[in-house]
């Protein structure tokens, strides 16, 4: 096993409206992935900053981090530079303006709303993203 020289941390954002839970949709260089919106901590950054941060770049709102769910707690190497072993950290959030009640696309990215109740890990590419969809429905459900 290549052994990555570098850490990658990341914040994620999970809303639940309605009953359903928000997912991204987007493809990451050439690769159609499906995870919870938000992404790459910056340096000089702090964990809610940068999760403000993306979700402003990415859906262009506000959002109040409301609660941790999760933080990986196994080896990731990351999917995309082998050199980057990553670290994500996932929060509740709550949008500060209701977002629509259909699938909605913003800047290439498809956002999805996926029922709370009948969701199911295998629709997301990456092993963190169903954890942290594990540890929000055994805290939330």
């Known amino acids: 096993m290549h052994l990555p020289k570098y ?3 990341a914040a994620y ?10 997912l991204s ?12 919106p938000g992404g790459g901590v910056n340096v000089g950054e702090g964990l809610v900053d940068a999760l403000k941060r993306e979700f402003q770049e990415e859906i262009g709102i506000d959002i109040t981090v409301k609660e941790h769910i999760y933080t990986t707690d196994f080896f990731v190497q990351s999917a995309f530079y082998p050199d980057y072993q ?8 709550s949008p500060k303006i209701d977002l629509p009640y259909q699938n909605f696309q913003i800047n290439n990215i498809q956002f999805i709303w ?4 009948s969701i199911q890990q295998n629709i997301l590419t990456f092993d963190t993203d169903k954890r942290a969809l594990q540890e929000l429905l055994n805290k939330h459900l």
């Open 7 to 9: 850490f990658r941390i």
């Open 13 to 22: 954002g999970m809303i639940i409206q309605n009953q359903h839970l928000l």
């Open 25 to 36: 949709k987007e493809i990451i260089q050439g690769r159609e992935v499906i995870k919870f």
């Open 86 to 93: 990553v670290l994500a950290i996932y929060y509740l959030v």
């Open 114 to 117: 996926d029922p709370l109740t």
